[in-house]
């Protein structure tokens, strides 16, 4: 009788590890030099379709928007940082659409990116650098929140 390593897994959870795997290696492609992982912003590759290039806040989306990034402020593993240094890590990167090109999260994503302050070695080097989620602090500021 030979031993089958995989005895006590479920298809289920093959199924489950077979589609992050998708939706990893789809998300890698686009953003493969991106220094902060945004695959956990979907459920599953049909969603991560459905809404990356879809208008961030539908037909409301406004026409600049402000990614507030103030992870220096809110994250524990800062707390031992004197208030100064870390106010000057905390981040507003502008995007901008237009009537005929409205802000998406591919583009929200790939004006980070370009944004100078995710290349820096103390934000690059954070432990909070997954994406897990998204709001609207206003109609016009918007923040990640991030895991580890």
Request: aromatic residues 14%; contains cysteine; glycine residues 2%.
């Amino acid at each position: 009788m030979a031993f089958n390593l995989y005895e006590s897994e479920s298809d289920s959870d093959f199924e489950s590890e077979d589609k992050y795997f998708v939706l990893y290696e789809a998300v890698h492609l686009d953003f493969y030099d991106f220094v902060i992982s945004p695959t956990a912003l979907f459920e599953d590759i049909v969603d991560y379709y459905k809404n990356i290039d879809a208008p961030i806040k539908g037909d409301d989306t406004p026409l600049t928007i402000l990614i507030k990034d103030d992870r220096s402020r809110t994250s524990f593993y800062w707390e031992n940082i004197p208030e100064n240094e870390k106010q000057q890590l905390v981040n507003y990167t502008v995007v901008k659409g237009s009537a005929d090109s409205p802000i998406t999260l591919r583009m929200i994503l790939e004006t980070m990116n370009q944004d100078p302050h995710y290349h820096l070695e103390d934000v690059k080097t954070q432990h909070h650098h997954f994406m897990e989620g998204y709001s609207f602090i206003n109609d016009c500021v918007m923040q990640f929140s991030y895991g580890s």
